[in-house]
């Protein structure tokens, strides 16, 4: 059982629409009822559903942000693309960086430095993701891998207080394989070390769900779980931070 405190993040990816909005109230619900409160919940729609969803969480814990932004903080000619400070106000209070999905169409750790940049202006808390490949892994590079992309993406990061970092390995994405502990608490460790010791809070991310859940609370470094395909049904989404804390 954990005592610490826990951030449990719902990247919801490109899915959601105004009738998934209901769905949450079974989470305020659950939030509400919990006096404690030693987590933070935080929803991470579709752009399309920041304004509703905050709408919707107005006077709960519960808090939103989006799932990425273009690295311009001033507005201009870029069809198709918001900046940070369009998502802060419609509602968003964080943002996920560096996604293994946007890297894996074309996103360099610079660009993802300039976006972070730009979302700190903004205000946004930044939920900055990194994590290696299979291949990477295989040939043992992802130490490597690693400190590069925190290297480069926080490059002349001087204020770190608004960065949460998530780990997600990119091969346990979607795909149901999880690390096993002796490797996560060794990568999470080595994460660690880069940071000063008031580092950044360190997440987990990649196939957790209410099963595996109880496998990944064990290694007590880690702050908190980033959460996709299962944060689609509040039911496995509350089951997990329950979990969590059995
Ligand atoms: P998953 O996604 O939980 O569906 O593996 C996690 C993520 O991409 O953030």
């Given amino acids: 059982m954990t005592n610490k405190y826990m951030y449990f993040i719902a990247n919801w990816k490109m899915f959601g629409d105004l ?8 989470v305020v619900k659950f939030s509400k009822s919990n006096k404690k409160n030693k987590f933070k919940i935080i929803y991470c729609p579709p752009n399309t559903l920041i304004r509703p969803l905050s709408k919707r969480l107005n006077k709960t814990k519960i808090e939103v942000g989006a799932q990425n932004c273009h690295e311009n903080e001033n507005y ?19 943002i996920i960086l560096g996604h293994s999905e946007n890297r894996q169409s074309g996103e360099t750790d610079r660009l993802i430095n300039l976006k972070i ?9 930044i939920i900055f993701c990194i994590g290696e490949t299979l291949a990477e ?3 043992k590079k992802t130490n490597q891998v690693l400190a590069k992309q925190i290297n480069t993406g926080l490059k002349s990061v001087k204020n770190k207080s608004n960065i949460i970092l998530a ?3 990119v091969w346990s994405i979607g795909s149901g394989l999880i690390p096993n502990n002796n ?16 580092g950044p809070k360190i997440l987990y991310g990649g196939s957790v769900n209410s099963k595996n ?34």
Wanted: overall charge positive; aromatic content about 8%.
């Fill in 76 to 94: 201009g000619a870029f069809t198709g693309s918001v900046n940070s400070k369009m998502l802060k106000n419609v509602g968003a209070k964080y």
């Fill in 167 to 169: 780990y997600e390995p």
């Fill in 19 to 26: 009738r998934t909005i209901n769905t949450l109230d079974n």
């Fill in 213 to 246: 859940i109880s496998q990944l609370k064990v290694i007590n470094i880690i702050d908190g779980f980033l959460v996709g395909g299962a944060s689609q049904s509040s039911k496995n989404f509350i089951d997990i931070i329950k979990k969590t804390f059995n």
């Fill in 137 to 139: 892994k295989r040939n």
């Fill in 183 to 198: 490797d996560l608490l060794k990568t999470v460790s080595f994460i660690k070390s880069k940071f000063t010791k008031k």
């Fill in 117 to 125: 940049k730009s979302a700190i202006k903004a205000g946004l808390k």
